[in-house]
């Protein structure tokens, strides 16, 4: 059973910046989605089983940056330039399927409690 547990979500003001955290249990291919209120769940980024590959959606690209340390189980979501439109709750995903599309919500298996990002205007 895999474990996943978000921290570093917080309050901020606009064009400032947070880290998030999700302490992994297992090595898999994983990815940050994020809820605001009243909408669904949307991807934000993701990164590969090696790290060796990441992907983002566009509305984060050059702003936000993914990544892991395997050494401790933690994958890390750097999260820089933040807007008002980034306030959601953040979760983590972890799916050991060798073949996904990490873009995609049905691929993961495994899912974070989630922290909560809110900035302010």
């Known amino acids: 059973q895999v474990q996943l547990v978000e921290s570093g979500g917080g309050l901020v003001q606009a064009g400032g910046s947070l880290r998030l955290s999700c302490a992994a249990s297992g090595r898999s291919s994983m990815g940050w989605f994020r809820q605001a209120a009243g909408k669904e769940r949307e991807f934000v980024a993701a990164i590969s089983r090696s790290g060796g590959i990441t992907y983002y959606a566009d509305s984060v690209k050059g702003r936000f940056t993914v990544s892991r340390d395997d050494a401790k189980n933690t994958l890390y979501l750097q999260m820089n330039s933040l807007k008002p439109e980034d306030t959601a709750v953040y979760y983590c995903?972890?799916?050991?399927?060798?073949?996904?599309?990490?873009?995609?919500?049905?691929?993961?298996?495994?899912w974070g409690q989630g922290t909560q990002v809110t900035v302010s205007s």
């Open positions: 995903a972890a799916t050991f399927r060798l073949i996904a599309n990490l873009r995609f919500i049905g691929e993961y298996d495994y």
